[in-house]
């Protein structure tokens, strides 16, 4: 089934997942657009890999109604547009590379003549061209979880699902896959990149959405998660009667040479500076910056179930566009 | 399916069970025509007659049978457990069934592939160790395309079963099951003979419906007629027929048609079972 690239890469709406007694998505709801590039961030057991299997059919939703590339949860034919890489990363060890590649094409239904290329294409993507011929149980895990990138990568798909996609790698290698992840979205791909790595999402999605206990505690670009930006200023001369004039732009902390402004658009940073030099202060350094994802993260993480609701609520921005949400 | 039943063969090919199953089937052939050779030479220099010597051989051959078609239950068990159960347990399935694959095509192929294996093990090593007995003994049974159909068939009947288990089981387990589910089926059988030898009427009902249960001591039946001389059914037939049933390595008629035609039903219910309940499992 081919939809309408208008409507959503992804929309689920109310799933409830269990196994047994245990809770896995509880009423998750989640939007993601054509060609966005979303981090599913959450704690061990927040739900992220059942999120990613219940989109490609490998688990099904106990109750809520989902839509993936227009297509309802599960259809078969919509899983040849999109590239997977699963948490384990595990591919028939007595195959080669390039072979594991050539099954995975097959199986994918790509047209026969185009599949050498494709081969080609995916392996020199992610720097295995040289180690094509090794057989799978004879690269690191590393080299592994790269074949496997290449396999989610294959053929260029309309949406990437990766699950954990640096947990092998060294930091070059993780340097890599965040270049591999960005130029998968610039031609146009929907990408979920789905980890517990803070700093990784942070480098590389567009937005954020926070999982825990099987609910969306938070959506939206990083900003808008870890909330509005400041700016740190070391800033001699500046006699503590003037340093009052700074007070329009928001509460100052002060920390012996160094102010702090916290919230403040980072637009209004300019006109800061201008203020102090009008004080009289001399500057020695500007630090525009923003809160920790990490303190962020911990935050809503540790908050009680209804506080959750609430933290969701207050860092939807009102007016954007409906990406995510918590609980209906 | 066919992709999948391809990489299965070639699985089987590259981690060396096709060359080790190879390996073995040379060495116990040759094994069983140097022991033919010699009980035969020294039959012959005691003084026994052709017919003592021919239906000597017809047993050896199915006492034969009997261990190479436990050989193949535990080349089934092994081959069949890990087919879908060890994908599974490694998580090399997650990748597979996130292409546009048929749960069932997995099932399928999974299956063809090990199939092919099985039967081709069962036919090659079978023909080798007739023509092996043939050559040195001057007697061949008098249906050994008969033997080997029946004895492939009881081998994919095992390997539908541990198949099947492996959707729903870890894979040691489905083996495991098989391997005792063969076991108990040949006991059954064994006791179907002895309460028609001796008129145990429900005994016998029993054992009967355990062949129909799991068909493979009734496929066994049919390895066993395959390989006796039509003469010591004659014989038997004459002498005590009852009594001869108590025998396990005696089979007085080949297994029916109707249960011939079930066998085949079986494994394609078991099959589609087994595909069914794959469909619905969260992965």
């Given at each position: 089934m081919t939809a309408s690239v208008s409507t959503p890469a992804i929309e689920l709406d109310s799933i409830f997942k269990s196994y047994g007694r245990t809770v896995a998505l509880d009423g998750l709801s989640l939007v993601v657009g054509r060609g966005e590039l979303v981090g599913l961030l959450g704690p061990n057991g927040a739900g992220k890999t059942t999120t990613i299997k219940l989109l490609l059919g490998l688990a099904r939703p106990s109750s809520g109604t989902g839509r993936v590339l227009g297509a309802p949860l599960g259809d078969r034919g919509t899983r040849a547009r999109i590239g997977y890489l699963p948490e384990l990363f595990r591919y028939q060890p007595w195959l080669r590379a390039r072979e594991v590649l050539r099954f995975h094409s097959e199986l994918a239904g790509l047209p026969l003549a185009d599949r050498s290329r494709a081969i080609d294409e995916a392996l020199a993507r992610v720097g295995l061209a040289d180690r094509a011929n090794d057989v799978v149980s004879g690269l690191s895990k590393g080299m592994q979880q790269r074949l496997g990138l290449g396999v989610a990568l294959l053929g260029d798909p309309e949406l990437v699902l990766l699950d954990e996609p640096t947990s092998a790698l060294d930091p070059i290698g993780r340097m890599d896959v965040r270049a591999i992840v960005r130029s998968a979205r610039d031609r146009g791909a929907t990408v979920v990149l789905n980890s517990h790595l803070l700093s990784e999402v942070e480098q590389v999605c567009d937005r954020v959405v926070v999982l825990h206990r099987g609910r969306s505690v938070a959506s939206g670009r990083l900003d808008e998660v870890v909330g509005v930006g400041g700016v740190r200023l070391r800033v001699t001369d500046l006699e503590p009667a003037r340093r009052?004039?700074?007070a329009e732009f928001g509460p100052i902390v002060v920390d012996g040479d160094w102010l702090m402004i916290q919230p403040l658009d980072r637009d209004r940073i300019p006109e800061v500076v201008a203020a102090v030099v009008a004080a009289g202060g001399r500057i020695h350094a500007v630090e525009p910056g923003r809160g920790s994802l990490e303190a962020r993260f911990v935050e809503l993480i540790t908050q009680e179930t209804p506080a959750s609701s609430q933290a969701t609520a207050a860092l939807t921005t009102p007016g954007?566009?409906?990406?995510a949400s918590g609980r209906p | 399916m066919i992709a999948i039943g391809r990489l299965t063969v070639n699985e089987l090919v590259r981690r060396r069970v096709v060359w080790v199953l190879a390996a073995l089937s040379i060495v116990s052939v040759g094994l069983v025509g140097w022991g033919l050779e010699r009980l035969v030479t020294l039959a012959r220099a005691d003084g026994a007659d052709e017919l003592q010597i021919r239906i000597g051989v017809s047993q050896i051959l199915i006492l034969i049978a009997f261990m190479f078609s436990f050989v193949l239950a535990m080349t089934a068990a092994f081959v069949g457990a890990p087919a879908i159960g060890g994908d599974l347990e490694s998580g090399v399935a997650l990748a597979v069934l996130a292409r546009p694959l048929r749960r069932a095509d997995l099932v399928l192929g999974r299956w063809l592939g090990c199939a092919c294996v099985v039967v081709a093990y069962t036919l090659l090593s079978g023909l080798l160790a007739i023509g092996v007995a043939i050559l040195v003994s001057g007697f061949g049974p008098p249906h050994p395309v008969l033997a080997l159909g029946f004895l492939a068939g009881q081998a994919l009947v095992l390997l539908t079963l541990t198949l099947a288990l492996g959707t729903v089981l870890p894979s040691i387990a489905a083996g495991a099951i098989a391997v005792v589910g063969f076991g108990l089926g040949w006991m059954a059988g064994v006791m179907a003979g002895v309460a028609a030898a001796f008129g145990v009427g429900l005994l016998g009902q029993a054992a009967e419906a355990s062949r129909w249960v799991l068909p493979s001591d009734g496929l066994w039946r049919g390895v066993i007629y395959g390989l006796e001389p039509p003469l010591l059914v004659l014989l038997a037939a004459g002498e005590a027929p009852r009594l001869a049933?108590?025998?396990?390595?005696?089979?007085?008629?080949?297994?029916?048609p109707l249960f011939v035609i079930w066998s085949v039903v079986w494994i394609g219910l078991v099959l589609g079972l087994a595909a069914w309940r794959f469909d619905r499992r969260d992965l």
């Amino acid at each position: 089934m081919t939809a309408s690239v208008s409507t959503p890469a992804i929309e689920l709406d109310s799933i409830f997942k269990s196994y047994g007694r245990t809770v896995a998505l509880d009423g998750l709801s989640l939007v993601v657009g054509r060609g966005e590039l979303v981090g599913l961030l959450g704690p061990n057991g927040a739900g992220k890999t059942t999120t990613i299997k219940l989109l490609l059919g490998l688990a099904r939703p106990s109750s809520g109604t989902g839509r993936v590339l227009g297509a309802p949860l599960g259809d078969r034919g919509t899983r040849a547009r999109i590239g997977y890489l699963p948490e384990l990363f595990r591919y028939q060890p007595w195959l080669r590379a390039r072979e594991v590649l050539r099954f995975h094409s097959e199986l994918a239904g790509l047209p026969l003549a185009d599949r050498s290329r494709a081969i080609d294409e995916a392996l020199a993507r992610v720097g295995l061209a040289d180690r094509a011929n090794d057989v799978v149980s004879g690269l690191s895990k590393g080299m592994q979880q790269r074949l496997g990138l290449g396999v989610a990568l294959l053929g260029d798909p309309e949406l990437v699902l990766l699950d954990e996609p640096t947990s092998a790698l060294d930091p070059i290698g993780r340097m890599d896959v965040r270049a591999i992840v960005r130029s998968a979205r610039d031609r146009g791909a929907t990408v979920v990149l789905n980890s517990h790595l803070l700093s990784e999402v942070e480098q590389v999605c567009d937005r954020v959405v926070v999982l825990h206990r099987g609910r969306s505690v938070a959506s939206g670009r990083l900003d808008e998660v870890v909330g509005v930006g400041g700016v740190r200023l070391r800033v001699t001369d500046l006699e503590p009667a003037r340093r009052q004039a700074l007070a329009e732009f928001g509460p100052i902390v002060v920390d012996g040479d160094w102010l702090m402004i916290q919230p403040l658009d980072r637009d209004r940073i300019p006109e800061v500076v201008a203020a102090v030099v009008a004080a009289g202060g001399r500057i020695h350094a500007v630090e525009p910056g923003r809160g920790s994802l990490e303190a962020r993260f911990v935050e809503l993480i540790t908050q009680e179930t209804p506080a959750s609701s609430q933290a969701t609520a207050a860092l939807t921005t009102p007016g954007a566009p409906p990406t995510a949400s918590g609980r209906p | 399916m066919i992709a999948i039943g391809r990489l299965t063969v070639n699985e089987l090919v590259r981690r060396r069970v096709v060359w080790v199953l190879a390996a073995l089937s040379i060495v116990s052939v040759g094994l069983v025509g140097w022991g033919l050779e010699r009980l035969v030479t020294l039959a012959r220099a005691d003084g026994a007659d052709e017919l003592q010597i021919r239906i000597g051989v017809s047993q050896i051959l199915i006492l034969i049978a009997f261990m190479f078609s436990f050989v193949l239950a535990m080349t089934a068990a092994f081959v069949g457990a890990p087919a879908i159960g060890g994908d599974l347990e490694s998580g090399v399935a997650l990748a597979v069934l996130a292409r546009p694959l048929r749960r069932a095509d997995l099932v399928l192929g999974r299956w063809l592939g090990c199939a092919c294996v099985v039967v081709a093990y069962t036919l090659l090593s079978g023909l080798l160790a007739i023509g092996v007995a043939i050559l040195v003994s001057g007697f061949g049974p008098p249906h050994p395309v008969l033997a080997l159909g029946f004895l492939a068939g009881q081998a994919l009947v095992l390997l539908t079963l541990t198949l099947a288990l492996g959707t729903v089981l870890p894979s040691i387990a489905a083996g495991a099951i098989a391997v005792v589910g063969f076991g108990l089926g040949w006991m059954a059988g064994v006791m179907a003979g002895v309460a028609a030898a001796f008129g145990v009427g429900l005994l016998g009902q029993a054992a009967e419906a355990s062949r129909w249960v799991l068909p493979s001591d009734g496929l066994w039946r049919g390895v066993i007629y395959g390989l006796e001389p039509p003469l010591l059914v004659l014989l038997a037939a004459g002498e005590a027929p009852r009594l001869a049933e108590a025998n396990p390595f005696y089979a007085a008629a080949p297994p029916a048609p109707l249960f011939v035609i079930w066998s085949v039903v079986w494994i394609g219910l078991v099959l589609g079972l087994a595909a069914w309940r794959f469909d619905r499992r969260d992965l």
